[in-house]
């Protein structure tokens, strides 16, 4: 911060009339050694937490949110980017340059610089309040979910259940000293149990447990964090002259405005709801025939029915893919396809430091056999990782403006993929390899980024847009000639 803050300042000091390389992009290249520690902080907050960085994560976040305060609600800096901005249909700008200077200048804007007098330090006041509910409410739903478990002895109580699944629950709760089969909520454990247990009292209370996550009386309780949340957001925007936060929010989103969102949320339901409805009186039926007739089909039993409607209708489930998927035969197909699609190569490197030992690094090379990026891969849950699957970067592309090189980027991708056993290896279901090739699209996104500034690099589109590429990896999970390569 103290680097940045010194960075700033020879801006705001420099006696030149504000240009677009003296102010714009030493703005863009101030704070680089903040990046290099904020990314990294924030990425094993994610994907490998403990109660040491969580603390830390109390005292670091409301020091961030004061220095992105500092920075844009700094009357001096602004006045030099206002005039840079003002000058902006004289100055030639390449298309990149241009992008760059509405980013910066809008950037300014919708963090306050446009305020005065006490709605400034207001402002200040809702920012840094927003970063510490943001986190409470990660940490809560993190620890809520951990410190959940169905334990199970009676044998019984795991009828239905496909022998993998019974094998992961047992490794489970092997791995605390316990005897018997331990559920949890991550979706590796979560999932299967909804889908194939036959002891409905069992799944009712597995789904209740997940659905009431954060809301039970003690210190993980998210109510309230949820209402202060969404209060103080739309204190922000109103402030900063919106309605309301959805409109702060879609003013930098290709659908623009809610209008544009509930239209296309009226035409889904619209073109849905006929076949929803019908499937439901499918499933329905099927549940009658086996429980009787005054059986109603309720949340805790939709995944069971479905799924024994699907058989019976198609006679396939996904544990009868799971031989197919094997992951470290996933991998291969996945970059596999990279090398066919676009000519890259994947090299792992054991040399590079990884934070977790089921992390993996490799370095990618592009079809000329040039250095492209840095690849991390970490596939399975565990407590110090939230649920969910997503790419991020450790550090991200850029030109140095000064000797032309280009720094190119370190990429993660992070899943909850079900674990390896003692006796069997991680075998995925469809949806997992699907939800591999959506993460990869993104990565792609990010290997190949070729920017000059760090800020418009790789992923660094608007938000809905950002979905093209790992749209785009999605569709080849159905592909037979993709799938014919590995399984």
């Known amino acids: 911060i103290k680097q940045q803050n010194a960075e700033l300042d020879a801006i705001i000091q420099n006696p030149e009339k504000a240009t677009f390389t003296n102010t714009i ?29 969580q603390a830390l994560a109390q005292k670091i976040m409301p020091l961030l949110s004061e220095h992105s305060n ?68 990660s940490e809560n739903n993190l620890k809520e979910t951990n410190r959940y478990q169905m334990l199970l002895t009676d044998k019984a109580s795991i009828a239905g259940l496909p022998e993998i ?14 005897e018997g089969w331990a559920f949890t909520l991550h979706a ?16 009712h209370k597995l789904y209740i447990a997940y659905n009431t996550k954060c809301t039970h009386d003690n210190e993980f309780n998210n109510i309230e ?46 073109a849905y709801t006929p076949t929803a409805q019908k499937e439901y009186l499918e499933v329905q039926e099927l549940a009658r025939e086996e ?29 009868m893919l799971r031989p197919y998927f094997e992951l470290e ?27 977790h030992k089921d992390v993996e690094a490799y370095e990618v090379f592009d ?34 403006p000064v000797t032309g090189e280009d720094s190119r980027p370190h990429i993660s991708v992070v899943m909850n993929f079900t674990k390896p056993t003692e006796s069997k290896p991680a075998l995925l279901t469809f949806n997992e390899v699907e939800t591999f090739l959506h993460e990869f699209g993104h990565s792609l996104h990010g290997m190949f980024a070729n920017s000059t500034y760090q800020s418009l690099s790789g992923t660094n589109v608007y938000w809905d847009f950002v979905e093209l590429p790992s749209q785009i990896m999605e569709n080849f999970a159905i592909e037979k000639e993709f799938l014919n390569t590995f399984a």
């Open 329 to 355: 035969q996933v991998k291969k197909g996945v970059f596999g396809l990279a090398e066919r699609l676009y000519g890259i190569t994947f090299r792992k490197n054991t040399e590079i430091p990884v934070y």
């Open 25 to 53: 992009e030493a703005y863009e290249q101030s704070g680089r050694l903040l990046d290099k520690v904020t990314a990294v902080f924030g990425n094993m907050l994610s994907a490998e937490t403990n109660d040491d960085l």
């Open 70 to 137: 500092n920075i844009t609600l700094n009357e001096k800096l602004f006045a030099r980017v206002k005039e840079v901005y003002g000058q902006k249909q004289s100055l030639q700008l390449t298309q990149e340059q241009n992008r760059l200077l509405d980013d910066i200048y809008d950037s300014f804007v919708r963090h306050g610089a446009n305020l005065e007098g006490e709605a400034r330090e207001q402002y200040r006041q809702l920012t840094n309040e927003l970063s510490k509910l943001t986190l409470d409410f």
């Open 367 to 400: 079809k000329d056999g040039k250095f492209l990026s840095v690849l991390y891969t970490d596939f399975h849950p565990r407590p110090g990782k939230r649920a969910g699957a997503w790419m991020t970067s450790y550090k991200e592309q850029w030109i140095d």
């Open 225 to 270: 964090v949820v209402k202060k949340l969404v209060n103080t957001r739309m204190k922000i925007a109103q402030l900063l002259g919106y309605k309301d936060y959805a409109e702060y929010t879609l003013k930098k989103r290709m659908a623009e405005n809610s209008d544009a969102v509930y239209k296309l949320l009226n035409q889904l339901l619209e």
């Open 188 to 203: 590796p454990s979560y999932v299967p149990f909804m889908t194939y247990a036959d002891n409905r009292e069992l799944r």
């Open 165 to 178: 699944i019974v094998e992961a629950a047992a490794e489970t709760a092997r791995s605390e000293d316990k």
């Open 291 to 319: 429980q009787g007739d005054d059986f109603i089909v309720m949340p805790w039993d939709w995944s069971y029915y479905s799924n024994k409607l699907k058989n019976k209708k198609f006679n396939i489930n996904e544990e």
